[in-house]
C-alpha cells in the first residue's frame, strides 16, 4: 500500500497468521521490517498519544487506554499501553486529524513498544499528545525475553 | 504450538490474561525455557505491536 510523501508499506503474510510488514522508502530501498501475527482479536483503544522513530519516518506508535469503559472518559480502560503500529506510515495522518474534547490528566505508558532496531525502547521526545479518539486494533506481543514463570502453589517454573 | 512453515522452528502462541484483557503473545522455546502450561504466570520484555482496523473518531 502506498504511503503519503512516497514510499510504500508491502505485507507477506502466511494462512496461520504470521505477517511480516516492510518499509519501502521513497527510493524504493527497504527501510525497516515488522513481524505482525494476525490473531483477529480486535481491541479497543483510546488513543491519547502519538510519536515517530525521529530515525525512521515510517516507523512509529500511539500511547492510549486499552478498552476504554466509558464513552465521554479515555483514560477509564483496562490499561495504558504504548504499541509500535505495522500501518503506521499509512494512518499517521488520519490519527493525527481526529479530534475529540479534551479531558484533563496525563497519560503514562505501562507498556512499552521495542523496534528491533534499537535498544531500550523506543525514545520519548517524539511523543505529541492528541486529543483522545477512539480506534479499534489488532494486537501481537512478541515475547522478547522471559523473567520469571511458574504455576501457581508449585514450585516448578 | 505452531509451526513457522520457514524455518519449521516451533514456536508458542500464547493468551495472556492482563487484567480483564486476553493480550495474545508469541514466543519460542528458547525464549520461554520451557514449554507453558495453562495457568502459568508469565513476566517478560515483550514487544506490542498492533494494526489499525478502524479509527471510529
Known amino acids: 500500500m502506498p504511503v503519503p510523501g512516497g514510499g510504500a508499506l508491502v505485507r507477506f503474510e502466511l494462512p496461520q497468521g504470521p505477517q511480516v510488514w516492510a518499509q519501502i522508502d521513497p527510493a524504493g530501498e527497504i527501510a525497516g521490517i515488522t513481524p505482525f501475527f494476525a490473531t483477529g482479536a480486535p481491541y479497543g483503544i483510546a488513543i491519547t498519544g502519538i510519536g515517530e522513530d525521529p530515525e525512521e519516518p515510517l516507523d512509529g506508535w500511539i500511547d492510549g487506554w486499552l478498552e476504554p469503559r466509558e464513552g465521554d472518559e479515555p483514560y477509564s480502560g483496562a490499561f495504558p499501553l504504548r504499541t509500535s503500529l505495522v500501518d503506521f506510515a499509512v494512518v499517521r495522518n488520519r490519527i493525527t486529524n481526529v479530534s475529540h474534547p479534551r479531558p484533563s490528566g496525563n497519560c503514562r505508558a505501562g507498556l512499552r513498544g521495542r523496534t528491533l532496531r534499537k535498544r531500550g525502547g523506543v525514545p520519548d521526545r517524539s511523543r505529541r499528545d492528541l486529543p483522545p479518539s477512539r480506534g479499534i486494533l489488532r494486537l501481537s506481543g512478541a515475547c522478547q525475553h522471559r523473567r520469571h514463570a511458574r504455576v501457581p502453589g508449585t514450585d516448578r517454573a | ?57
Open chain 2, 1 to 57: 504450538m505452531l509451526i513457522n512453515a520457514v524455518t519449521e522452528s516451533p514456536y508458542w502462541w500464547l493468551q495472556v490474561r492482563v487484567r480483564e484483557v486476553t493480550v495474545h503473545t508469541f514466543a519460542d522455546r528458547a525464549t520461554l525455557g520451557g514449554d507453558p502450561r495453562e495457568g502459568q504466570i508469565l513476566t517478560g520484555t515483550f514487544w506490542l505491536v498492533g494494526k489499525v482496523v478502524d479509527l471510529g473518531g
